[in-house]
T-cell receptor, first 113, second 113 residues
Framework: NAGVTQTPKFQVLKTGQSMTLQCAQDMNHNSMYWYRQDPGMGLRLIYYSASEGTTDKGEVPNGYNVSRLNKREFSLRLESAAPSQTSVYFC????????????FGSGTQLSVL | GENVEQHPSTLSVQEGDSAVIKCTYSDSASNYFPWYKQELGKGPQLIIDIRSNVGEKKDQRIAVTLNKTAKHFSLHITETQPEDSAVYFCAASITDSWGKLQFGAGTQVVVTP
């Protein structure tokens, strides 16, 4: 049972490059989330998907887009990376819609030079 | 929106002693309060959660207490062990708020032998 799988684990980008972070869960969860983690700031919500076919903005959505491809997969896209997007990104999922009992992936460490 | 403050930012305890982490929240409508543990290089993992209709909840060596009047909640770890060393995050949300879980900044706990 893999849980929440994120790829890649590490990525280095140059300013202006684009990339997509992939996330998949095998727990038949309904809601999925993307967070970023910066030192001293906890986790901040970028986007979430309460159910298949729906997405909504979180606290820090600027510079990102998401796609809920199906019930299992939720991807995060950076169209034109900026140094301010250097962070650790976590995908999470939950059976519930209210961000209860979240299961997190192991994270993607992204550096934008 | 909700604001969650967490103290202390770092906590060093002797093995076998107790550790206490405190959080305050701003939105009196918040009714769900989870605690997550993050080990180095891993994603956060839910260790315990409490709802506003309960004042205290225990699970083996960990317990959480909630004071709705003062709008604060605390995590208590008894008989600390080296494997308790990690970063701990508190969070608060309204359960029907569709993903708006607000995290504290985290507490680095170090258990020394």
């Amino acid at each position: 049972n893999a849980g929440v799988t994120q790829t890649p684990k590490f990525q280095v980008l140059k300013t202006g490059q684009s990339m997509t972070l992939q996330c998949a869960q095998d727990m038949n969860h309904n809601s999925m989330y993307w967070y970023r983690q910066d030192p001293g700031m906890g986790l901040r919500l970028i986007y979430y998907s309460a159910s298949e076919g729906t997405t909504d903005k979180g606290e820090v959505p600027n510079g990102y887009n998401v796609s809920r491809l199906n019930k299992r997969e939720f991807s995060l896209r950076l169209e034109s990376a900026a140094p301010s997007q250097t962070s650790v990104y976590f995908c999470a999922s939950s059976y519930y819609s209210g961000a209860e009992k979240l299961f997190f992936g192991s994270g993607t460490q992204l550096s934008v030079l | 929106g909700e604001n969650v403050e967490q103290h202390p930012s770092t906590l060093s305890v002797q093995e076998g002693d107790s550790a206490v982490i405190k959080c305050t929240y701003s939105d009196s409508a918040s009714n769900y309060f989870p605690w997550y543990k993050q080990e180095l290089g891993k994603g956060p993992q839910l260790i315990i959660d409490i709802r506003s209709n309960v004042g205290e909840k225990k699970d083996q060596r960990i317990a959480v207490t909630l004071n709705k009047t003062a709008k604060h909640f605390s995590l208590h770890i008894t008989e600390t062990q080296p494997e308790d060393s990690a970063v701990y995050f508190c969070a608060a949300s309204i359960t029907d708020s569709w993903g708006k879980l607000q995290f504290g900044a985290g507490t680095q706990v170090v258990v020394t032998p």
